[in-house]
């Protein structure tokens, strides 16, 4: 059984900067972070191979956002730059222990309980 805690989210003003951490405890393979508005279905923000050599992005975030793996602490981050009111949501971690793909919410089987990220103008 994997277990994803989250942390980092908070309130900051458009163009600022946030990072947020996940830590797993158990085996994983992808990880990614995935994010829900009021209102809105949950979408896919960003994800990492296993080992940390292959990143993967959704288009609203590729060079505003970016994901990192400390595989030693088995911790993920996501570090968001120039963050835009449609950034907030709820961010929520992700895990999978087996294939799949990166981008659907379906392939992941351990989530983390989600931290609030909002982004005033």
């Known amino acids: 059984q994997v277990q994803l805690v989250e942390s980092g989210g908070g309130l900051v003003q458009a163009g600022g900067s946030l990072r947020l951490s996940c830590a797993a405890s158990g085996r994983t393979f992808r990880m990614g972070w995935f994010r829900q508005a009021p209102g809105k279905e949950r979408e896919f923000v960003a994800a990492?191979?296993?080992?940390?050599?292959?990143?993967y992005y959704a288009d609203s975030v590729k060079g505003r956002f970016t994901i990192s793996k400390d595989n030693a602490k088995n911790t993920v981050y996501l570090q968001m730059n120039s963050l835009k009111p449609e950034d907030t949501a709820v961010y929520y971690c992700?895990?999978?222990?087996?294939?799949?793909?990166?981008?659907?919410?379906?392939?992941?089987?351990?989530w983390g309980q989600g931290t609030q990220v909002t982004v005033s103008s």
């Open positions: 990492i191979s296993r080992i940390g050599t292959t990143t």
């Open positions: 992700a895990a999978s222990s087996g294939g799949g793909s990166y981008y659907l919410r379906a392939d992941y089987a351990y």
